[in-house]
Every structure is written in C-alpha cells, then in structure tokens.
C-alpha cells in the first residue's frame, strides 16, 4: 500500500523556524516528484514546493520563496520542507503528496497542523 | 501561473439530484487537470485525472469532462456520502494550481 505520513507540525513563533518531514513507503519513492501543500481556511489548497525525483528541478509559490527549503533524501524514502522566518499567515495544515508535472497528485498524507502564533 | 476558475462555491442539492461543477483554466492544459474529494478534517482524495479518468475505487456516479480551458465534474446521482468539498487542479506545470472550492451542501 502507498503511504504518506507527515511529522514535525506544531506552534512557533513568528519570525521561528520550524521543519517537517514526511516518510513515503510501498513505491519507488526516488521515481516519483513529491510536493507540499498546505490548507488554510481563508485560502483554501496552496502548493508550497515540489521537487523531481532527482531534486533536478524545484518549485516554489511565491508566497514562501526565499523562507522555505524543499529537499529529499531518496535513500531513506524522505521528503522535508525547511520553514523559516515564518509568519502568521503561514499557518496551516501541510500535506505531502505524491505527483506533479503532469502527474495528478495521489496519494496524500494525513497532514501535520503548523502554528505560527505568539 | 496559471490561475483556475471553480463554480460555483456552494451548491445546496438533494440526495438522488444530478449535481454539476464548472473548472476554467487561464490558459490551455490540455487534459491535466484532476478532481478531488475532501471531508471535514480529512486529506483530499483523487476522484479523477486526465480530465475525465476515473480512480480506482471511486463510483462511477463521478465523471469529468473536457479539454484545454473548460472542465466539468459530474455527480449523475447524489449520495449521502458524497456532501463534501470539491477541488480542481491543473498539474500541467509544476505550481499544480487548485480551484477554490466547491461545497456541496444538504438542501
């Protein structure tokens, strides 16, 4: 079964960094571009970053370019997304999820809550 | 970025109603474009990609429509199950914009 667990969320301050993680298993995870993307009540589905399977090519929105680091460790089946200087306006839950370019994005993890409050 | 229209942004039906939700795209991407499914406090789940395939598992009460720039998803008969919150995606490019959101709501 392909899975997608999320972990690393929780409550920081503005202007704190924070990382989460997320652990892919039952496919060829180096195979496969991975992606966050976040969900807030006001936004609604943002993605945040993707990265190709060989880290060759790297997106990011606009709206965290220059705070937030997406990288992959193949070896280990790991996806991470470095936040910082984060804002209020950060707040949200973060999914990982498998897909991108030309690759609908299926599955999805659970999500992990990010906090950004003083 | 390629910005993707949805509507409308609530739809208040019936169980057994025929139920319809419009995506518009800025600019062409082709047919890859997907329709998801959430729940409150649930991940989204993939209903259907390539504009109009449909995911294993999903009941074929779904279905997607059309190409380019105008894209349709399609509840031929409402289910309990399926009062929820609709997404489109465009995955044509790499920012994989999503619609706004559709919520399908008990009349």
């Known amino acids: 079964e392909v899975q997608l667990v999320e972990s690393g969320g929780g409550l920081v301050k503005p202007g704190g960094s924070l990382r989460v993680s997320c652990a892919g298993s039952?496919?060829?995870?180096?195979?496969?571009?991975m992606n966050w993307v976040r969900q807030t009540p006001g936004k609604g589905l943002e993605c945040v970053s993707s990265?190709?399977?060989?880290?060759?090519?790297?997106y990011y929105a606009d709206s965290v370019k220059g705070r937030f680091t997406v990288s992959r460790d193949n070896a280990n089946n790991s996806l991470y997304l470095q936040m910082n200087s984060l804002r209020v306006e950060d707040t949200a839950v973060y999914y990982c999820?498998?897909?991108?370019?030309?690759?609908?994005?299926?599955?999805w993890g659970q999500g992990t809550l990010v906090t950004v409050s003083s | 970025d390629i910005q993707m229209t949805q509507s409308p942004s609530t739809l208040a039906a019936s169980i057994g109603d025929r139920v319809t939700i419009t995506c518009r795209a800025s600019q062409s991407i082709s047919s890859h474009l997907a329709w998801y499914q959430q729940k409150p406090g649930k991940a989204p789940k993939l209903l259907i990609y390539?504009?109009?395939s449909l995911q294993i598992g999903v009941p074929a009460r779904f279905s997607g429509s059309g190409s380019e720039t105008e894209f349709t998803l399609t509840i031929s008969s409402l289910q309990t199950d399926d009062f929820a919150s609709y997404y489109c995606?465009?995955?044509?490019?790499?920012?994989?914009?999503f619609g706004q959101g559709t919520k399908v709501e008990n009349k």
């Open positions: 995606q465009q995955y044509n490019t790499y920012s994989g914009t």
């Open positions: 390539g504009a109009s």
């Open positions: 999820t498998r897909g991108g370019m030309v690759r609908p994005f299926h599955p």
């Open positions: 039952g496919f060829s995870f180096r195979s496969y571009s």
């Open positions: 990265i190709s399977g060989t880290s060759s090519y790297i």
